[in-house]
């Protein structure tokens, strides 16, 4: 069964709306992204029923994060595989953004030589006004300020 691009990313936003945590959308992915690779499987299946593992949740940040990208920034994106480099007119030319080696854009930063993680470093560019960035934000405000 194919599904056309804009059907799929009608699919995403509703599946993104419904989570009211990054951390939950990030399980929920997780278990979909197994299902449909339990339902790829040649030959006799055999269902996972085992907690989620750390890869899995780090395939699916990935993922989400990519779509939600691409859904926002797909010229941008595009630029940097084929050019190198983005068009002056970008909104984005000012935060220096590149293709990290998860295939996410990272902004550039003047934290290139601090002893941070890569992470820190080189943040993934996300849009403010998507549900995603809410629900991240939201984690991320509510885990350092001790709310959990």
């Known amino acids: 069964m194919a599904i ?42 055999q269902v996972d029923k085992s907690r989620l593992r750390v ?37 984005l030319i000012s935060l220096e953004p590149h293709l990290g080696e998860d295939g996410l854009l990272h902004a550039e930063g003047r934290l290139e030589k601090a002893p941070l993680m890569t992470d820190s470093k080189y943040p993934v560019l996300l849009p403010r006004d998507h549900h995603v960035t809410e629900l991240i934000v939201r984690e991320t405000h509510e885990n350092k300020a001790g709310l959990r």
Do not use: N
């Open 4 to 45: 056309g691009a804009k059907h799929g990313e009608d699919l995403l936003a509703r599946l993104w709306s419904r989570y009211s945590s990054w951390h939950r959308l990030l399980r929920g992915v997780s278990w979909i992204r197994r299902f449909l690779h339990w339902r790829q499987m040649e030959g006799p299946r």
């Open 55 to 91: 890869s899995e949740l780090q395939a699916s940040r990935a993922a989400v994060l990519g779509c939600v990208q691409r859904e926002y920034y797909e010229p941008e994106i595009k630029d940097l595989k084929e050019r190198g480099a983005l068009r002056k007119t970008s909104p």
